[in-house]
T-cell receptor, first 113, second 113 residues
Framework: KQEVTQIPAALSVPEGENLVLNCSFT??????LQWFRQDPGKGLTSLLL?????REQTSGRLNASLDKSSGRSTLYIAASQPGDSATYLC????????????FGTGTRLTVIP | DAGVIQSPRHEVTEMGQEVTLRCKPI?????LFWYRQTMMRGLELLIY????????DSGMPEDRFSAKMPNASFSTLKIQPSEPRDSAVYFC???????????FGPGTRLTVT
């Protein structure tokens, strides 16, 4: 069964700093990987979806990279802001085409003003 | 579009009672997913539908759980009878097509006492 791990579980950084969140998965036969943010008491907001054939995707200050063969993805956040404070989750789908999203455990980010 | 709509947002019920959670997916989305989020197990897929037909219900924990999608704009997740261990946040998500980005609703926080 696919296992998705995110390290660290929590991270605090001062405003303006660049940061990297990590995601690793045990089965490299993925179809795509999606990064979400979850605000306390709220649902999940999709940030970026990266296909298995892609190496990276960018949206504004966010950049997600994917190294499928090593089972890793990173989410880079540039010039962090207090509004970026949230829990960030990565999730993968399997190459077979099944729609199941396997979620990581999440990284809780706090950006200190 | 208003996004995925879920109701109620909060539900508190006593053990043994029937609970019905509701979801309206984004118009035009052919896939609908039900997830459960707990501290212990994170986010887990319970069931998903394609064009109103259940495709994979292997994540439904027990026969006490059932889900229906009578039409393209409405789905329910029912728990009967409810138990304290069912306490969790239940999310509904929808996507345009297979393996596309999933868009999540705000969730229903269920507490069973």
């Amino acid at each position: 069964k696919q296992e998705v791990t995110q390290i660290p579980a929590a991270l605090s950084v001062p405003e303006g700093e660049n940061l990297v969140l990590n995601c690793s998965f045990t089965d490299s036969a993925i179809y795509n990987l999606q990064w979400f943010r979850q605000d306390p008491g709220k649902g999940l907001t999709s940030l970026l979806l990266i296909q298995s054939s892609q190496r990276e995707q960018t949206s504004g200050r966010l950049n997600a990279s994917l190294d499928k063969s090593s089972g890793r993805s990173t989410l880079y956040i540039a010039a962090s802001q207090p509004g970026d404070s949230a829990t960030y989750l990565c999730a993968v789908t399997h190459q077979t085409g099944a729609n199941n999203l396997f979620f990581g455990t999440g990284t809780r980010l706090t950006v200190i003003p | 579009d208003a996004g995925v709509i879920q109701s109620p947002r909060h539900e508190v019920t006593e053990m043994g009672q029937e609970v019905t959670l509701r979801c309206k997916p984004i118009s035009g989305h052919d896939y609908l997913f039900w997830y459960r989020q707990t501290m212990m197990r994170g986010l887990e897929l319970l069931i998903y539908f394609n064009n109103n037909v259940p495709i994979d219900d292997s994540g439904m924990p027990e026969d006490r759980f059932s889900a229906k999608m009578p039409n393209a704009s409405f789905s329910t997740l029912k728990i009967q009878p409810s138990e304290p261990r069912d306490s969790a946040v239940y999310f509904c998500a929808s996507s345009f097509a297979a393996l596309y980005e999933q868009y999540f609703g705000p969730g229903t926080r269920l507490t069973v006492t």
